[in-house]
């Protein structure tokens, strides 16, 4: 069984930086895929970034392309989201996902929510104005 731990969320204002981690624990799995999605209330679960094995070619949402940063420790069975320049319309539960199936070549790393098993309950980040 995977379980997935989301931290680092919390209040800042607008222009702040945060870091979340994601760290999955249980035994005999390899999480490939990666990935962070936020949800408003009201709203449906959006795509945020994501990273494959290998960390390269991360995918990102266009809202968040050059202030967002997704990386990962394999070793420590941890990914990040760096976020930078945090803006009031970022304020969301931010879920982290993974997934045991292996991607490679053209949609990957997924970027939809039917691409991943396994969830985390989510941290809570709000921007103010």
């Known amino acids: 069984q995977v379980q997935l731990v989301e931290s680092g969320g919390g209040l800042v204002q607008a222009g702040d930086s945060l870091r979340l981690s994601c760290a999955a624990s249980g035994r005999g799995f390899t999480l490939y895929e990666m990935g962070w999605f936020r949800q408003v209330p009201g709203k449906e679960r959006e795509f945020v970034a994501a990273?494959?094995?290998?960390?390269?070619?991360?995918a990102y949402a266009d809202s968040v392309k050059g202030r967002f940063t997704i990386s990962r420790d394999n070793a420590k069975k941890t990914a990040y989201l760096q976020m930078s320049g945090l803006k009031p319309e970022d304020t969301a539960v931010y879920y982290c996902?993974?997934?045991?199936?292996?991607?490679?070549?053209?949609?990957?790393?997924?970027?939809?929510?039917?691409?991943?098993?396994?969830w985390g309950q989510g941290t809570q980040v709000t921007v103010s104005s």
């Open positions: 996902a993974a997934d045991n199936h292996y991607c490679s070549g053209y949609g990957c790393p997924r970027t939809r929510e039917a691409g991943y098993d396994y």
């Open positions: 990273v494959g094995w290998t960390g390269a070619n991360p």
